[in-house]
């Protein structure tokens, strides 16, 4: 494994650990709203923090980008910056249903190297470095191989917070929903695409995303063999938040079927 790899499954098992134990006592929890349906609580914040002691132990010149705690170092200086969210899918934790995972990334001048998705409640560790692939636990993983729609489970996420372009999004719902399988919205974005890394949907789209949220997901789909990009079928997902992939066939359809519902406001939210 590649060493920067290996600091951050430790950082991210520690946060695991810190998530486990407090969703013993959910009850006890003290939680906050950041804004309209965005809850944190403590272990938000306690997670990020392990985890940046854990990177910052192992390479104080790198900087970081985190959820909660903002930025830290220069991303201008520092060839490299760590991506971090603690805790994706605080509302499914918050719940007490287990669909969450802790995110982390690296980006070698700008480029995604290394990504960590850890899921504290299936142990599920899904790991990937640029150029060696993408592995869940020991195993390599690949995108799956479906080539029709009509076969397909896409995964996707229902806008919540910023609800700007629920329109937009609802129609782009209405079209896909009968051309597929199946439709599943789990509620943490950085799991759902582990899961098109690891095959599970062929599929997956989503508006209104963080760099945070999407990061390292999307560095396992590429090292996996699928594709990623924003609606339009360009590069600038990272920065937009707007994200379609998949395997490579699906990919394509979707964005297919993304295209006539793409508002002049989506696409200048896309800039
Ligand atoms: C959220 C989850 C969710 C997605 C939201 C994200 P958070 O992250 O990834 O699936 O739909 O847009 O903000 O706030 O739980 O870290
Ligand atoms: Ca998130
Ligand atoms: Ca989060």
């Known amino acids: 494994m590649h060493p920067m790899l290996t600091i951050a499954v430790k950082a991210a098992r520690r946060a695991g650990s810190i998530i486990n134990q407090a969703s013993r006592n959910l ?10 349906s965005d809850f944190v609580s403590e272990v938000d914040g306690a997670a990020e923090e392990a985890i940046i002691k854990v990177l910052m132990d192992a390479y104080p010149t790198h900087s970081i980008l985190a959820e909660e705690s903002g930025n830290r170092g220069d991303a201008k200086k520092s060839e490299y910056q760590w ?28 480029v995604l190297s290394q990504a960590v998705v850890y899921d504290p409640v299936s142990n599920e560790l899904f790991t990937a470095s640029r150029g ?9 993983i690949r995108v799956s191989k479906r080539g029709l729609l009509a076969d397909s489970l896409i995964g996707t996420g229902i806008p919540f917070r910023d609800l700007s372009f629920l329109e ?15 439709i599943r919205r789990p509620g943490s974005a950085a799991l759902d695409l582990a899961y098109v890394a690891a095959g599970r949907y062929d599929g997956f789209w989503e508006i209104g995303l963080s760099p945070w949220d999407i990061a390292a997901g999307c560095l396992l789909i590429l090292e996996a063999g699928g594709l990623v990009s924003d609606l339009e079928g360009n590069e600038n997902y ?22 006539p519902h793409l508002t002049p406001q989506l696409i200048a939210a896309n800039k």
Not at 239 to 259: E, H, Y
Request: glycine share 8%; no cysteine; proline share 5%.
């Open 27 to 36: 009850d006890i929890l003290t939680v906050s709203r950041k804004s309209h």
């Open 83 to 110: 991506i971090i969210d603690p805790l994706d899918g605080t509302t499914n934790f918050l719940h007490g249903f287990p669909k969450y995972a802790v995110s982390i990334a690296l980006l070698h001048r700008g």
């Open 132 to 140: 060696r692939g993408a592995y869940l636990n020991d195993q390599r």
């Open 168 to 182: 937009a999004y609802l129609a782009m719902f209405k079209d896909i929903i009968p051309k597929t399988a199946g």
């Open 238 to 259: 990272l920065k937009s938040g707007q994200i379609v992939a998949g395997n490579p066939k699906i990919f394509v359809q979707l964005l297919q079927i993304i295209a």
